[in-house]
């Protein structure tokens, strides 16, 4: 891959981006395999919309991430698994081995029948064998749908169904720093609902005893042994979908985001090699899991598709100790270290001795992703972690936007902090008021679009594109709409504020408010709830629940217990709000429209402008609810 190593020639790189983006986007994609090249580099119009890369190419991922590094690198790591249990041996797979096994589960897959295009379930803990799972799908064509591991069954049964799985892939269990999660449990209750599954597989890790259904589950450890390692890959074409990745947005359920094979392997590949700056003997560790985003192109799809050595860890940073991330970042000598404002902020609450102590002198670059940096955690982390002398790429994307879109190049970009900096080649952001007014200029800030189609950005929202169409392309006209205010500033710099829409992130992770009101909805003594986001020290954004219960138990506290356990239920233990304010009532509009805007002021504990609320069905609530909250 072609690397930008001056900030003059990322200028130029820029301006040829923009100025001749096919020419530009050719000339990436020529550096990867493909059996047939395309006929036509883009057609799209964001009205439909209707977005094609490399139509007509022919290709498989998998090839461009296993098959192609044999010859030369076939001995050198592709992936290092370090344990959750800081005891157990690190594994790790050469990408000779990897290619191996990939094989071999895809003609497992095979065997069950699993064809191009079907769709299949992945439900695992953080061990080589997701990877493995992922990428069997790819090489035989069928379209994964990752679930992360703290989602509850109820909203795996809701992402098998809206995209008809056919098989699921899972474990018995994972371990999650000092907790256990019983994966398997949680799939056999999600399956009570899921008619068009056929055949669960299921791997055991964490040796919990587990029900085994005949004619529907097996192990993954018997499997493999019926199969060989010969898997020829499928011949896609590059606007054949590649996966599935459900995310939360404003309204309603949580949307199905498609990628597809072409486009998605040049702009993560892309982005890869050249934000990072990747070095060939380089060890690349991404701290995501791979049920996000982040860790589809940057644990996975990027860093094996330029024959990088990727690290995925199991655990958490901070278990058994402190100092844990640290002593993994030393063990394996780890040169680029991606993580989350959420976890620096967690461990900077643990004062500077692990982090100091640590022998951290292999980083050569850090990056941030998912969430506003503050400042405080990005001086930490240049100072502590990074000495000094490794640049900080805060990266701003989406699950949408399939790679990096706003980023400084390591090395390249000054830097400046929670400042996500300029735009990548290729990408076009503009910011629009309103009105949907575009603001030119600099020192301005506005509503994030992006007014020119990148490689790796979504083609539709599975089974419902008149969503797709509505949810990002229908807000300003020919406009794709990220959900994010942002700000430029003097120096044409990027700074995203957060997002304009009612979605939440907590801990980096997005998070729906109208999801969240339905689950607590859910709960039986509940007539009414509101959800607002709040700032919250580590988290970032806190979940913060408004609820009329006209009755809880004697012991209030057991109430918001209950409800805690609805959310746990309905959608899982990462939506659980941080706060519960039970109130008899709730600002409302005449016309019945909760005003959010007056809870999140509440919510932020600053109520000393609160706005007009003399238009409210019932001004008097907001009194209550002041003194209330000021309870909690
Ligand atoms: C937020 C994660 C500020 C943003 C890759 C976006 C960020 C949402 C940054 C997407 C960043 C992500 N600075 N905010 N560097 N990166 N965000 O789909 O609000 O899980 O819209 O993708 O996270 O979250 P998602």
Redesign the pocket.
Known sequence: MMQINSFDEYQKTYKLSVEQPEEFWSGIASTFKWRKKWDKVLSWNFSEPNVKWFEGAKLNITENCLDRHLAENGDKPAIIWESNDPEKDSITLTYKILHEQVCRFANVLKKNQVKKGDRVCIYMPMVPELAVAVLACARIGAVHSVVFGGFSAKSIADRINDASCKLVITADGAYRGAKQIQLKEVIDDALIGCPSVEKVIVLTHTRTPVSMLKGRDLWFEDEIKLVDTDCPAQEMDAEDMLFILY?SGSTGKPKGVVHTVGGYMVYAGYTFSNVFNYQPEEVFFCTADIG???GHSYIVYGPLSQGATTLMFEGVPTYPTPARLWEVVDKHKVNILYTAPTAIRSLMGFGDEPVDGADLSSLRVLG??????NEEAWHWFDEHVGKKKCPIV???????TGGLMISPIAFVTPTKPSY?TLPLPGVQPVLVDEQGNVIEGNGVSGNLCIKFPWPGMLRTTYGDHQRCKLTYFSTYENLYF???GCLRDEDGYYR?T??VDDVI?VS???IGTAEVENAINMHAGVVESAVVGYPHEVKGQGIYAFVIFPNPHSDADLSRKDILQTVTRVIGAIAKPDKILFVSGLPKTRSGKIMRRILRKIAEGDISNLGDISTLQDPAVVEEIIEKAKQV
């Open positions: 995310t996000w985003i982040t941030s992703v998912g969430e506003p940096i805060d990266t701003w994307w989406q699950t949408e996500a990220t959900g994010d995203i957060g997002r992130n980096g992770h997005r």
